[in-house]
């Protein structure tokens, strides 16, 4: 499609750090941000909050502070990237573009971690990632137990070893995938007149985490009449690496995933994790934008990728379900999915309109998890209590399952569901697992409308059981 030349060096808000002077500028330090900010509700703490963060900046522009200040690394670290601040902020401003530019002058200056270094330069080499991943799944036997059908717990060596991220023998994680989803499915899932044909992202939690919801989500996509192409070089996004302030790492990321997209001849990317699909919309041209091989082609993939919710209700129509779900449920808005992709009533009204569904939405359904992707392993005491207020909104719908558009908040519910949830009888589901009939029907189960064995939840079997009574097709 486009023609593929070696790209030149671009310089970005995330190069230089005075590019953020007239973000900084607009803030008239209100603290309207305090009131949605989740780290600051929890620790009560101005440097919490995007107004404390906005004024250290502003120090560090004006040479009273150093950058590389272990207080203020600290500070800067300490912020879920969630961009709620910016919903309540009365002049717009940017604080995701200020929190990220402040970040990677911090690896600028003091270079990354030695660990973060070699984890970052394992996701872009995918041959070798892909073999940790797979190696990790066979081994974790050695380091996680059993813990419920569908969740393992850390052994108690494990627990010792890595207490101060939580790993302690409360907690629960989706297992690794011996099989990630990638090698499950083949490269090209046609289907007979399609409506659309489109590349599926399927980012890293999809393909190593929860490779039954990756499958689920292809099938919902195939039964309405969705040609499905799964682009084999695709990698990691990059956005965990950005939010580390690893810029170059993410350059080379988006330059293969754009390479992997321009050679799949579809007419849209279709992503189910708000960050993934915030990087195509948002990241790769903002990173691009003075790039002129990578500016146009990350342009052009900006209009054409969708959260799968949008595709269904906006672009191509989907058909409701005709059978029946007995469920009462309520919806989480991932962050990066409502306020980086600007998708919300799309999921609502697909789970609405499930015959049989009964949907109670719960107060700030929009407020963050506290997961932030690496911030439950580093702030994990911050991360639980943000958590704790959410599982206690839930409690208060009555609602017995809970449903979300992002694997990382599923991951973060299903831990802390365990943790808080009070009359939740299932657990956390996907968004379109409800929505899924034609693998069933293939495995022989075409009378009866069930989840998939979807490694979810602890308390993931009374949800099965629930499925299992819904109403016949
Ligand atoms: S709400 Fe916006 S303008 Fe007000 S302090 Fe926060 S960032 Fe600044
Ligand atoms: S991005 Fe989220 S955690 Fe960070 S300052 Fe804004 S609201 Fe607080």
Redesign the pocket.
Known sequence: MFPVEKSIPVRTVYDDLTAIQSELD?????????AVCPVYKTTKTESG???GK?GVAEAVMAGNLQIDDQDVVDMLFNCLVCKS??Q??????D?GRIILALRCAVVREKGLPWVKKAIFSTLEHQGVFDLGMKTGARLSGLLFRQAGQQAIAPRASLALLGKSAGFDQNRRLPALAKKPLRDRLPDVLPVENPVARVAFFTGCSFNYLYPEVGEDLVSVLQENNIAVVIPRDQGCCGVPVLVHGDIESIRRLGRKNIDAMDNSGVDYIVTGCGSCGGAWQHDYPEIFRQDPVYGPRAEFWRSRTYDISTLLTDVTGYRIPRGQVNAVLTYHDPCHLKKVMKVSREPRQILKNIPGVIFKEMARADACCGSGGSYVLTHFKTSVAIAERKINDVNHTDADTITTGCPACMMQLSDNVHRFGRRQKSGIIFLFLPNRTAKRKRRGYSNRLILPNAKVAATFTSLQRHWKEAKAF
């Open positions: 607009k803030c008239m330090h209100c603290g309207f941000c305090m909050v995007a107004r906005i601040c910016m309540n902020c009365p002049t717009k401003v604080f």
